[in-house]
T-cell receptor, first 114, second 111 residues
């Protein structure tokens, strides 16, 4: 398996534009996590899914952020409209049957909003 | 609620020095505990884990013991190398599958 695949690796966009980040989890994994990493706030859990269903989205900062998982092999994180303070590295991770198993991380998407 | 607290960095050591990075947690139930490592420009990768009290996780010379009585999972290595320079994250996996990370500790090892 190629691991967790995220795209794009880098995204530069203007304030107010819509941004969509994509993630393909490892085949067979039933948990998918979206994290945001910044120098100021560290690694924050935004939302996670189990079997394609959102379980906890309490970390999603505002209504401008939304995430979907239409099937077991694909998830998106959308920011609309984007703001400069959304600039961060966004990671997707997946795991199999939660608590005792490790989560595998993608390489991340570095988002810059200017 | 569930949370993880790590010692603040950056930690700067000379090669072959002893490393300790402290991690304590707050959790309901019996979480699994993890240490992840992040090299520059990369995602996090699992370093070691422990799934129950008194378990010791180990990998690449790193060790950590799950101490329920002190709610701790400190990371140790007897002799660090320059290649160990990275950011280290302590994490717990709570009921319902939620994976919670500490704030990370940057380690810099000088030759």
């Amino acid at each position: 398996d190629a691991g967790v695949i995220q795209s794009p690796r880098h995204e530069v966009t203007e304030m107010g534009q819509e941004v969509t980040l994509r993630c393909k989890p490892i085949s067979g994994h039933d948990y998918l996590f979206w994290y945001r990493q910044t120098m100021m706030r560290g690694l924050e859990l935004l939302i996670y899914f189990n079997n394609n269903v959102p379980i906890d989205d309490s970390g999603m900062p505002e209504d401008r952020f939304s995430a979907k998982m239409p099937n077991a092999s694909f998830s998106t994180l959308k920011i609309q409209p984007s703001e400069p303070r959304d600039s961060a590295v966004y990671f997707c991770a997946s795991s199999f049957s939660s608590s005792n198993t490790e989560a595998f991380f993608g390489q991340g998407t570095r988002l810059t909003v200017v | 609620g569930n949370s993880v607290t790590q010692m603040e960095g950056p930690v700067t050591l000379s090669e072959e020095a002893f490393l300790t990075i402290n991690c304590t947690y707050t959790a309901t139930g019996y979480p699994s505990l993890f240490w992840y490592v992040q090299y520059p420009g990369e995602g996090l990768q699992l370093l070691l884990k422990a799934t129950k009290a008194d378990d010791k996780g180990s990998n690449k010379g790193f060790e950590a013991t799950y101490r329920k009585e002190t709610t701790s999972f400190h990371l140790e290595k007897g002799s660090v190398q320059v290649s160990d320079s990275a950011v280290y994250f302590c994490a717990l996996s709570a009921e319902g599958g939620k994976l919670i990370f500490g704030q990370g500790t940057e380690l810099s090892v000088k030759p």
